[in-house]
């Protein structure tokens, strides 16, 4: 399939990706996302204006939930659920070491400490009973990762808050459009937190989401986005009055109309997107899990995937990395461990030994190209190098 024919996307040809070299993740952007973006540069509002409560309210209602707050960046969205959450000095927040920098960062920012659980070794999801383990009185929060878009065991997580008074938080930067028993990624804890990085399913270049069912965390975080005061430029505007409170120490993680425009734009395509990265997993599922030497991760039966990611298992990565680079195909890792990155060794006392399984794991792992404007041949395209390399 022509996934430009099928999804009748114009492409332009700054975005046509150079062939060369096939990227790990790659933006779609056509000419109606551009126009969305121009007609935006041409109007009144360039921030803090209607396409932020546009955005806002299409992706609360795409989620499921009551309210969505837009802010400047995945990063900026983690940081602004640790703050709603009341994440302080002395506070414990679980997190998995197999995610970016930025889920253990936020509690960081905080002055919170992120106690690190580990994953389940076959889908490197973080591991229930191991979080169950890290609990102590001071622990406050667990953020989950459904790494790679495989939502995690939400059921064994939710319950485990529950029984212990905790705060759960979505990373949920991997998972959009993913789903669990059922329920869709983002309503599956009390804040759900999205990144629309360009290689993300839907992107504002930099941007992030929170979602949740609860007004003054909704509340809270508004104003956390806007230096922590009570009423925004435009809200000034309308009640014609100059006086406003801050109420909070926040920080400027306001997004732009420019690329609010660009993200409601993205979402009305995310079903297409989402069906193309499905049906390139499916060709990697045939072709390459069959390979002698290679593992992808499991995939539970109680969620449907959403595949930011495609990651295999190779007993010799090192190599293998180097060789597929070599032949053009941009295999990336993800991730190496957090607790053994230098600044957690130095400030927070981590070593190895404190996740054997995602130590391990990290030998192992390669994430493989998938986007959804990659085209048939290029899956081949990796396949076959994936074979010419593999013992
Ligand atoms: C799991 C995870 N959390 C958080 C982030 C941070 O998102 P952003 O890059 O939009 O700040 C990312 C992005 O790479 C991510 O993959």
Same mark, same amino acid.
């Given at each position: 399939?022509?996934?430009?024919?099928?999804?009748?996307?114009?492409?332009?040809?700054?975005?046509?990706?150079d062939?060369?070299?096939?990227?790990?993740?790659?933006?779609?952007?056509?000419?109606?996302?551009?126009?969305?973006?121009?007609?935006?540069?041409?109007?009144?509002?360039?921030?803090?204006?209607?396409?932020?409560? $546009? *955005?806002?309210?299409?992706?609360?209602?795409? @989620?499921? %939930?009551?309210? /969505? #707050?837009?802010?400047?960046? =995945? &990063?900026?969205?983690?940081?602004?659920?640790?703050?709603?959450?009341?994440?302080?000095?002395?506070? $414990? *927040?679980?997190?998995?070491?197999?995610?970016? @920098?930025? %889920?253990?960062? /936020? #509690?960081?920012f905080?002055? =919170? &400490?992120?106690?690190?659980?580990?994953?389940?070794?076959?889908?490197?999801?973080?591991?229930?009973?191991? *979080?169950e383990?890290?609990?102590?009185?001071?622990?406050?929060?667990?953020?989950? #990762?459904?790494?790679?878009?495989q939502?995690?065991?939400?059921?064994?997580?939710?319950?485990?808050?529950?029984?212990?008074?905790?705060?759960? *938080?979505?990373?949920?930067?991997?998972?959009?459009?993913?789903?669990y028993?059922?329920?869709?990624?983002?309503?599956?804890?009390?804040?759900?937190?999205?990144?629309?990085?360009?290689?993300?399913?839907?992107?504002?270049?930099?941007?992030?989401?929170?979602?949740?069912?609860?007004?003054?965390?909704?509340?809270?975080?508004?104003?956390?986005?806007?230096?922590?005061?009570?009423?925004?430029?435009?809200?000034?505007?309308?009640?014609?009055?100059?006086?406003?409170?801050?109420?909070?120490?926040?920080?400027?993680?306001?997004i732009?109309?420019?690329?609010?425009?660009?993200?409601?734009?993205?979402?009305?395509?995310?079903?297409?997107?989402?069906?193309?990265?499905?049906?390139?997993?499916?060709?990697?599922?045939?072709?390459?899990?069959?390979?002698?030497?290679?593992?992808?991760?499991?995939?539970?039966?109680?969620?449907?995937?959403?595949?930011?990611?495609?990651?295999i298992?190779?007993?010799?990565?090192?190599?293998?990395?180097?060789?597929?680079?070599?032949?053009?195909?941009?295999?990336?890792?993800?991730?190496?461990?957090?607790?053994?990155?230098?600044?957690?060794?130095?400030?927070?006392?981590?070593?190895?030994?404190?996740?054997?399984?995602?130590?391990?794991?990290?030998?192992?792992?390669?994430?493989?190209?998938?986007?959804?404007?990659?085209?048939?041949?290029?899956?081949?395209?990796?396949?076959?190098?994936?074979?010419e390399?593999?013992?």
């Open positions: 399939m022509n996934p430009g024919q099928a999804l009748s996307l114009k492409t332009t040809e700054s975005n046509n990706k062939m060369g070299t096939i990227p790990y993740g790659h933006q779609w952007i056509d000419e109606e996302d551009i126009q969305a973006v121009v007609d935006v540069l041409r109007s009144n509002w360039l921030t803090t204006g209607p396409k932020v409560k $546009e *955005v806002e309210q299409d992706f609360a209602d795409y @989620v499921g %939930t009551k309210y /969505a #707050v837009a802010v400047s960046s =995945g &990063t900026a969205a983690l940081h602004t659920a640790m703050f709603a959450l009341g994440i302080g000095s002395g506070d $414990e *927040v679980i997190v998995p070491p197999i995610t970016f @920098v930025a %889920t253990a960062n /936020a #509690v960081v905080q002055g =919170g &400490t992120p106690v690190f659980a580990d994953v389940d070794a076959e889908t490197l999801l973080i591991d229930p009973r191991q *979080v383990e890290r609990i102590t009185p001071r622990t406050k929060a667990i953020i989950t #990762v459904d790494f790679a878009g939502p995690c065991a939400y059921d064994e997580l939710r319950s485990i808050a529950r029984r212990h008074g905790l705060a759960l *938080v979505a990373d949920a930067c991997h998972s959009l459009g993913g789903l028993k059922g329920r869709k990624v983002g309503t599956l804890a009390d804040l759900t937190v999205f990144s629309f990085h360009p290689v993300k399913h839907i992107t504002t270049g930099e941007g992030g989401m929170i979602t949740t069912d609860d007004p003054e965390m909704a509340e809270r975080m508004r104003r956390f986005r806007n230096h922590g005061i009570n009423a925004d430029h435009a809200s000034r505007a309308e009640q014609g009055t100059w006086y406003y409170e801050m109420k909070d120490l926040g920080y400027n993680y306001r732009t109309d420019f690329q609010c425009a660009l993200g409601l734009s993205q979402l009305k395509k995310l079903p297409v997107f989402l069906e193309r990265r499905r049906e390139i997993a499916k060709m990697y599922d045939r072709e390459v899990a069959s390979l002698k030497g290679v593992t992808p991760l499991y995939i539970s039966s109680d969620v449907v995937h959403s595949y930011h990611l495609y990651v298992c190779v007993k010799e990565r090192a190599r293998m990395f180097v060789q597929l680079r070599e032949k053009g195909i941009g295999v990336n890792v993800h991730y190496f461990p957090v607790h053994l990155q230098p600044y957690y060794q130095k400030n927070f006392g981590t070593s190895e030994g404190l996740c054997p399984v995602a130590e391990k794991a990290y030998n192992h792992i390669l994430s493989l190209p998938l986007f959804p404007q990659m085209e048939d041949n290029d899956v081949e395209r990796v396949v076959t190098a994936i074979e390399v593999s013992d």
